[in-house]
C-alpha cells in the first residue's frame, strides 16, 4: 500500500511525528504501521501488556491504542503516565456510551476502523498539532502563572515596603512633632524661670511648670550643697503628706541622690519593690509606686536631684522622658546662675544690719517656705 499524505511544505513537521500503535493483534499492528510508516512518520508497535513501557521510554507524539486490548484501563493508565501525550483510540463496533467514556477519560479522538488510510493520517496529524497546541497553551499558562506569582510576590513586597514606610513617616511625624513640643516647652520654661533670681522662686516656678507636664505627682527637689551632700529645697504633696514622706526623703537625700548625681541621667526605677527592699524601712511608702529621678547639671556641676513618684496605677507616660530631658538642663542653669549671683553678692557687698535683716527665709532649702 502506497500513500503519501504529505505535500512538500509539510514534510519537515512530519518528519518529527513519532506514533507508538497499541495493538493485541498482530494485523492490526501490521497494518497500522504500513499506513503510517508510508506516510513519512516514525511509528512503533507493541501490545497492551507492554504498552506502559514503551510509553515511558520511547517519546512518541501520539499514541493509537486500540479499544479491542485486552489490557483494563487502558487509557486511563496510558494517560497518567503521559498526560502530555494525545491519545487517540481505534476500534470497530463501539457504541456512544463508550466513545463518551473514551473522551471523560482523557483521549483527544475516536477513529471508528475500518479507515481509509488518508483519513487515519490525517487524524494523527491533527491529534498532534492539537497537543502541541495544548502543551503551548500549558506553557503560556504555567508563564503566566510564574508571571501573576512574582507579580504576587512584588505586590506584597511593595505592600510590605510601603507600611514599612508609612510607619517610618509616622515615627518621623511624631518625632518632630515631639520636638516642636520640646522646643516650645523648653523655650516657655526658660522664659519663665530666667526671670527668677532667688533659688525659692526657681524651684516654685520650675516645679509649678514641670508638673503641668507630669500631671499630678509626688516631687521632692534636693539641693546639693556638694556631690555628695543634699537637702531637702521643696515638697510638692499629691497623695503623700509631708508628715508620711519625711523619713524616706531623709533617706533619699543622705544615700541615693549623690548616686542619681553621678549618673547624670533619668532614671525610671522599673524594681521599685528591689528599690524600696534597698533602702529599707524608712521606704515601705514608696512601695506600688512609680518612681523617677532626675539629675538636673550645669556646667558638669549637679545642682539638684528631682524625684516624682505616684502610685503605679497612674504611670508616667514614654513621651515624658524627653520632656523632662529638656527642662532639667534649664532648670539646672537657672539654679547655677541664681547660685552665682548670690554668692558674688556676698562676696561685694557687707553684710545687712542685723536690724534689717528678714527672718525666716532660708533659700528654698531645708524647711524653707517651699516645703510642704
Known amino acids: 500500500m502506497n500513500f ?48 506502559q513501557a514503551m510509553l515511558a521510554t520511547s517519546g512518541a507524539d501520539v499514541a493509537l491504542l486500540c479499544a479491542e486490548c485486552k ?8 494517560r497518567r503516565l503521559r498526560p502530555e501525550t494525545p491519545m487517540l483510540m481505534v476500534g470497530e463496533s463501539i457504541d456512544v456510551n463508550q466513545v463518551v467514556e473514551f473522551i471523560r477519560n482523557g483521549a483527544c479522538d475516536y477513529i471508528q476502523m475500518p479507515c481509509s488510510p488518508e483519513s487515519l493520517v490525517e487524524r494523527i496529524r491533527s491529534a498532534v498539532q492539537t497537543g502541541n497546541q495544548e502543551r503551548d497553551r500549558r506553557k503560556r499558562l504555567e508563564r503566566l502563572k510564574g508571571i501573576c506569582r512574582r507579580l504576587s510576590q512584588s505586590k506584597r513586597e511593595i505592600s510590605c515596603r510601603l507600611d514599612e514606610l508609612q510607619q517610618d513617616l509616622e515615627t ?23 526671670q527668677e533670681l532667688g533659688v525659692e522662686e526657681v524651684l516654685r516656678t520650675g516645679l509649678e511648670y514641670i508638673l503641668s507636664k507630669t500631671q499630678p505627682t509626688n516631687v521632692a527637689a534636693f539641693l546639693a550643697n556638694s556631690p ?16 508620711s514622706a519625711n523619713p524616706v526623703l531623709d533617706k533619699l537625700a543622705s544615700t541615693v541622690c549623690q548616686h542619681v548625681a553621678i549618673e547624670d541621667e533619668l532614671v525610671r526605677f522599673e524594681d521599685v519593690e528591689q528599690f524600696v527592699e534597698a533602702i529599707g524601712e524608712e521606704a515601705e511608702i514608696l512601695r506600688g509606686n512609680e518612681i523617677i529621678a532626675m539629675p538636673c547639671s550645669s556646667d558638669g556641676e549637679c545642682m539638684a536631684v528631682l524625684f516624682f513618684f505616684r502610685d503605679a496605677g497612674s504611670p508616667f507616660t514614654d513621651e515624658l522622658a524627653g520632656t523632662l530631658d529638656c527642662l532639667r538642663v534649664i532648670f539646672a542653669e537657672q539654679l547655677a546662675t541664681v547660685v552665682r549671683v548670690h554668692h558674688r553678692m556676698e562676696a561685694e557687698w557687707p553684710p545687712a544690719p542685723a536690724e534689717d535683716h528678714e527672718e525666716g527665709t532660708d533659700w528654698g532649702f531645708g524647711d524653707g517656705p517651699l516645703a510642704a
Not at 172 to 194: G, P
Not at 228 to 242: I, Q
Open 228 to 243: 555628695t551632700d543634699f537637702s531637702l529645697g521643696a515638697y510638692v504633696n499629691y497623695d503623700c503628706p509631708r508628715e
Open 71 to 78: 489490557e483494563p484501563e487502558l487509557l486511563v493508565n496510558s
Open 172 to 194: 518621623c511625624r511624631n518625632d518632630v512633632t515631639q520636638q516642636i513640643d520640646h522646643a516650645a516647652a523648653t523655650s516657655e520654661f526658660r522664659a519663665l524661670v530666667s
Open 4 to 51: 503519501d499524505a504529505t505535500n512538500d511544505g509539510d514534510r519537515e513537521v512530519d518528519d518529527r511525528i513519532s506514533v507508538l500503535v497499541v495493538s493485541d493483534q498482530d494485523e492490526e499492528r501490521l497494518m497500522m504501521e504500513t499506513i503510517i510508516g508510508e506516510a513519512g512518520l516514525d511509528v512503533a508497535t507493541c501490545n497492551s501488556a507492554s504498552s
